[in-house]
């Protein structure tokens, strides 16, 4: 089945610094991959999306690039803000007539100003 | 526009009742999800609807049933809870069609403690 597996948490950078968050996946077939981020206390927001292989998500200065030969999709921001502090779920679907959402254990980030 | 509503945002129940969770979704969208989040976890996915039809079912008990309504609102139920279903409960809502792939849209959550 498929699966997603992203790096433990948690995180800490100060302000300015650059983020990577790594995340791997496991499916059949050409899934979507898609970046969520969880403020405190609230759902899931879509931060960015890739649909097909070398696809590049962007979105408030993150991105993520679809890899299909590492079987890929790392979160990079080139200088992190205070309000990025979040909870971020790497997540993919598949093709055909499932389209649930399978989801990676998620990263708490923290940044420092 | 209004997102996802989810209602009510906060229950508590003891073990061994019911529960009814009630999703709105985004207008136009015909596509409806549900997961469990436990603290700490991924969400998982517990079920999906599109046009009023079960689209799929993720790994959880009989306990847990839903359906979705002619104006494409949802309901999930859980009878017999247990302490394990304390959860964050999302619904998620799509514009997808059988022919595409849209991403999901979440509410803000329900937050359901069983004592």
């Known amino acids: 089945g498929n699966s997603v597996t992203q790096m433990e948490g948690p995180v800490t950078l100060s302000e300015e610094a650059f983020l990577t968050i790594n995340c791997t996946y496991t499916a059949t077939g050409y899934p979507s991959l898609f970046w969520y981020v969880q403020y405190p206390g609230e759902g899931l927001q879509l931060l960015l999306k890739a649909t097909k292989a070398d696809d590049k998500g962007s979105n408030k200065g993150f991105e993520a690039t679809y890899r299909k030969e590492t079987t890929s999709f790392h979160l990079e921001k080139g200088s992190v803000q205070v309000s990025d502090s979040a909870v971020y779920f790497c997540?993919?679907?598949?093709?055909?007539?499932?389209?649930?959402?399978?989801f990676g254990k998620g990263t708490l980030l923290t940044v420092n100003p | 526009d209004a997102g996802v509503t989810q209602s009510p945002t906060h229950l508590i129940k003891t073990r061994g009742q019911q529960v009814t969770l009630r999703c709105s979704p985004i207008?136009?969208?015909?596509?409806v999800s549900w997961y469990q989040q436990v603290l700490g976890q991924g969400p998982q996915f517990i079920f999906q609807?599109?046009?009023?039809?079960?689209?799929g079912r993720g790994n959880f008990p009989d306990r847990f049933s839903a359906r979705q309504f002619p104006n494409y609102s949802s309901e999930l139920n859980v009878n017999a809870l247990l302490l394990g279903d304390s959860a964050l409960y999302l619904c998620?809502?799509?514009?997808?069609?059988?022919?595409?792939?849209?991403?999901?849209?979440f509410g803000d959550g329900t937050r359901l403690s069983i004592l």
């Open positions: 207008s136009g969208h015909k596509s």
């Open positions: 997540a993919l679907s598949g093709r055909g007539s499932n389209y649930k959402l399978t």
């Open positions: 998620a809502s799509s514009s997808e069609t059988v022919y595409s792939n849209q991403p999901q849209h």
């Open positions: 609807y599109y046009e009023k039809e079960e689209r």
